[in-house]
């Protein structure tokens, strides 16, 4: 090979032959000058600025030209030239060799070369020479970047004759038999076109429009999806084209002998004839100058003024977009294609806003308009109109949300902020509106979930004639924060009522309507008035009072004091109870519908409370100080006698911290039972509550219930009302329909239908795993504030029961998901797949509040809270002494052991050595041994250290 460098100096024949020209060809194209070379020029390519192009011979030479024609270098290779690619500065070179090589130069000579399995057809160099691609007649596609690693190949079936890369490598361009392929840098086909004819040469532009010159004599442009955008033919096939960095225009050579030149609509520019066919062309980035080589063996070098053209093209359209208020200024300063099409492009999207904001009738928005004429600031503005029309979606779904739920309950919070979203909006603000605006919904949703009607009745009338119609007004008054609907009223069996109507109450309004009432008995009455209703959103609620009504012949002047009670919403449950009882026991026919005087001599400052199944209860003070609940038949017949004495018969076998106490009883001189009196019940609780606290609840309900399970008594009648809180020890009351397990247990008996097991429903055998489930349903509703089965009726609630899965509890609160498992197998429908004892829930349950209670433990011993450190580490001995787990017991005793007092901590060690003793004797962890351990747990949860 022969390397030789042509500078300046020494180089005056070369120069000579580039004939220097000038010829004008139209208003805006020249061709410059010619070189003519050894032999047909079969590439050409030129520099991003139009400063360097290099040349490809017949001759085997690589020829390396300035912009003024001056040949600079030329190079020998071992075989024809047939394709070279210039960097856009011109400091790489790549040319392709009959040799099969790969040649790569810089300015200083050759870097490296890589040899193909057949020539090399065509090549081609990114802007800044960090790629080169390659085509041979080896079939294949070659991709290097600028050290020559081979970086990918892609095999077509055929010889590549034409390759092409975009200026910054994102796509390149390969022709191979009749297919003109397009790729991505990683070498990923993005679609290929078959023509019907073999395709010479493709060009692939900066964004990915491809141009290919075929031997059907068509010149084709392609979208960088793959869609013919057009066509054009030329006297003979057309072997080479070139597109220029932006897409804008495209050079094309043929076998006719022209060169000739388009813009991106396909529109044909110009054409020059050259002395015989032209075999390549290349054009710089901005299409100021085109090369073309031709069989004659020239290179021409041709200058465009593409922006004398296009002012004379779209002068007018500029014009008139300045006459539009558009502001041109940057555009007239350099014009080119590409900015005109980007400018055509961006006053179109703002007229397309302008419409929008024209649709959306809004006054103000002179910060926007303003830069409607600008279309530099398209995108700027697009983002501020999706903004705007967010914040209009935002507002108007506030707006409507607030409409909707102000006829719920009371929204003015939700209004400040709505408030506050429209002046943001009015300023311009239109991100902080949407911020407000979707706080609002929020806010609202919030006040959806705590609002609720609070339903308070008052019956003016005091006195009544007995069998006697006479009117009085009910007077009913919401006194909660959300509007009451179907507001429905219902008085008890004691009197007769006409004239009530089903209302709607808002709230903080009071409704008064007029009754007429006829009581059915005489005497000091209670007549109890049940309220129900529903709120916006279908919650139900009711809330229930008691009257005393004085019927008499004759009604006093003054009547007697009322005495009345009103229990919270959702606070109170009919429970009915007929069951089998002694036949000693004759009921007489009726009783005293207030405390009975019978009883009188015994208490002090009875108070009545409310009713608990069969009968009514009284708070009372014994003689010995002591306060008390009294249980008295709201009415005395048969049925409810028996169920009386049945309730006394079991419940006075159990003692247990978690069983309501019986005190005493007896039937004469009236039939009553005193029982331990209780702070509230758990259906008055919030709910949902706390996971780990209603874990701790069912746990000690469950000790209770394990305890009459194990003197053969089931309750089979629990839920919230049935189970009492006394200084938040649970403790589980109205023992009614409890059973004993040795009798028949497949009896009908009435019981809750929201709570009742699947055997119940079915009339099948009860045991212990129907309270089982029933507490199951109970944690349930802890957890969620929700039943796991209802309906409108009995019969649907007993066929959800019976056919249907529960939602599960983690999906209405996900706080609930680590109880779930437990929750889930007590409310399985098969008794045999439920936990089989109380015992069993009880250790699943262990599990959880062991882990709860070490968790907390450790984080309070963390942030050195003794309080809170003491109050968990107690609550794990207590669990694990009503496990009766000697060695559980034991560890946690020596740590609540640091948080005691002097005499705490002698009474620990004591207990320590006791147990250990025990441990050696195997002596039972007996329910003797509990309660010393609660005593003492208690005592120094108490203490000071």
């Known amino acids: 090979m022969v390397f030789g460098w042509f500078k300046k100096k020494g180089s005056e024949e070369l120069k000579k032959k580039a004939k220097i020209l000038k010829r004008k060809i139209n208003k805006f194209t020249t061709l410059l000058w010619i070189y003519k070379t050894g032999g047909y020029v079969d590439a050409v390519s030129v520099s ?134 397009l790729f991505n840098m990683e070498g990923k086909l993005l679609w290929s076109h078959k023509i019907g004819s073999d395709v010479y040469d493709v060009s692939v532009s900066a964004d990915g429009y491809v141009v290919a010159g075929s031997k059907d004599y068509n010149v084709y442009f392609f979208s960088r999806s793959g869609e013919l955008l057009w066509s054009y033919k030329t006297g003979g096939p057309v072997y080479s084209v070139s597109v220029s960095a932006d897409g804008s225009y495209i050079i094309a050579g043929s076998d006719d002998g022209r060169v000739y030149f388009f813009n991106r609509d396909g529109e044909l520019l110009w054409s020059y004839e050259t002395d015989d066919k032209v075999y390549s062309v290349s054009v710089s980035a901005d299409a100021s100058y085109i090369v073309a080589g031709s069989g004659d063996g020239g290179v021409y070098f041709f200058g465009f003024d593409s922006e004398k053209y296009l002012a004379r093209l779209y002068g007018s359209t500029i014009e008139k977009w300045r006459e539009e208020g558009y502001d041109v200024s940057e555009l007239e300063a350099e014009i080119s294609y590409s900015k005109i099409k980007d400018y055509e492009a961006r006053i179109q999207r703002l007229k397309q806003l302008e419409s929008e904001l024209s649709s959306l009738n809004i006054k103000g928005m002179n910060k926007i308009k303003a830069k409607l004429k600008d279309p530099r600031r398209v995108e700027e503005l697009e983002e501020e109109v999706s903004l705007l029309k967010q914040a209009l979606k935002a507002i108007n779904a506030a707006r409507t949300a607030l409409i909707e739920t102000g006829k719920l309950c009371d929204v003015s919070e939700a209004e400040e902020i709505l408030r506050r979203a429209e002046s943001k909006f009015g300023t311009g603000d239109y991100a902080g509106a949407v911020s407000d605006a979707n706080e609002c919904g929020r806010v609202l949703e919030k006040i959806k979930e705590r609002s609720k009607p609070e339903i308070e009745v008052e019956l003016p009338i005091k006195s009544l004639k007995p069998n006697y119609w006479k009117a009085s007004s009910l007077i009913l008054k919401n006194k909660g924060n959300m509007h009451a609907e179907d507001v429905r009223i219902e008085f008890s069996k004691e009197v007769e009522v006409r004239g009530l109507k089903e209302l709607s109450i808002k709230a903080g309004e009071e409704k008064k309507i007029t009754i007429s009432l006829k009581p059915k008995e005489v005497g000091e009455v209670p007549v109890e008035v ?107 017949d048969e049925a409810t006698g028996k169920s009386f004495l049945r309730e006394i018969e079991n419940w006075t076998k159990l003692k ?127 957890v969620t504030g929700e039943l796991p089965f209802k309906g409108d009726n009995p019969v649907e609630v007993g066929m959800a029961i019976a056919t249907r899965e529960p939602i599960k509890p983690s999906r209405l609160n996900p706080e609930a998901k680590d109880v779930e498992p437990i929750i889930m197998k007590c409310l399985e429908k098969n008794k045999e797949k439920r936990y089989q004892s109380m015992e069993e829930l009880q250790r699943d349950l262990a599990e959880y509040l062991k882990v709860e209670y070490k968790r907390s433990l450790s984080e309070s011993r963390a942030k050195k809270d003794i309080a809170r450190s003491k109050l968990f580490c107690g609550d794990l001995v207590l669990l694990s002494a009503m ?59 108490m203490s000071r250290k």
């Open 530 to 636: 049940r309220v129900s209703y529903k709120d916006g959103v279908g919650r139900e609620y009711f809330s229930e009072r008691t009257f005393i009504i004085l019927v008499s012949e004759e009604v006093p002047k003054t009547p007697p004091p009322v005495v009345a009670e009103t229990l919270p919403p959702e606070s109170v449950s009919k429970h009915v109870t007929p069951g089998i009882s002694p036949a000693e026991f004759t009921p007489s026919p009726t009783t005293p519908r207030t405390f009975p005087p019978e009883l009188a001599s015994r208490y002090t400052g009875v108070e009545y409370v409310g009713r608990g199944g069969f009968a009514r209860v009284f708070k009372a003070k014994r003689k010995d100080g002591k306060v008390v609940a009294v249980k008295i038949p709201a009415v005395l």
């Open 656 to 782: 247990h911290e978690n069983i309501v106490r019986v005190y005493d009883y007896n039937i004469l001189p009236i039939p009553y039972f005193e029982m331990e009196l209780c702070d509230k019940s758990l259906a008055e609780l919030d709910k949902p509550m706390d996971v780990r606290e209603a874990a701790w609840i069912v746990f000690r309900i469950a000790e209770g219930l394990k305890y009459a399970h194990a003197r053969g008594i089931i309750h089979r009648d629990l839920k919230p009302q049935n189970i009492m809180l006394k200084d938040g020890i649970p403790k589980i009351s109205d023992w009614g329909l409890s059973k004993v397990i040795t009798e028949s247990s497949s009896s009908l008996a009435s019981f809750t239908p929201l709570y009742a097991a699947p055997e119940q429903i079915t009339g099948g055998v009860k045991d212990q795993r129907t309270d089982i489930w029933q507490l199951g349903v109970i944690f349930y509703e802890l």
């Open 48 to 181: 991003a600025d139009g400063s360097y192009i290099i040349a490809g011979s017949d001759d085997g030479r690589v020829y390396f030209f300035n912009r003024d024609g001056e040949l600079l270098w030329s190079y020998e290779t071992d075989d024809k030239v047939y394709s070279v690619s210039v960097s856009a500065d011109a400091s790489y070179i790549v040319a392709g060799s009959g040799d099969g090589g790969v040649y790569f130069f810089n300015r200083d000579g050759l870097l490296w070369i890589y040899k193909t399995g057949d020539l090399v057809h065509s090549v081609s160099i990114s802007s800044n020479a960090s790629y080169i691609i390659a085509g041979s007649g080896d079939h294949n596609v070659y991709f290097f970047n600028r050290e020559g690693k081979l970086l990918w190949s892609y095999e077509t079936g055929n010889d590549v004759r034409s390759v092409s890369i975009s200026s910054d490598g994102s796509y390149i361009v390969a022709e191979s038999g009749w297919v003109v392929y």
């Open 883 to 941: 496990l009766r787990d000697y060695h559980e017991v034991l560890k946690h005793l020596s740590v609540l052991k640091d948080y005691a007092g002097e005499e705490g901590r002698k009474e620990i060690d004591m207990l320590i050595k006791e147990l250990e003793l025990r441990i050696k004797r195997k002596i039972e962890f007996d329910d003797e041994l509990v309660e010393r351990i609660k005593v003492l747990v208690y005592k120094v949860k």
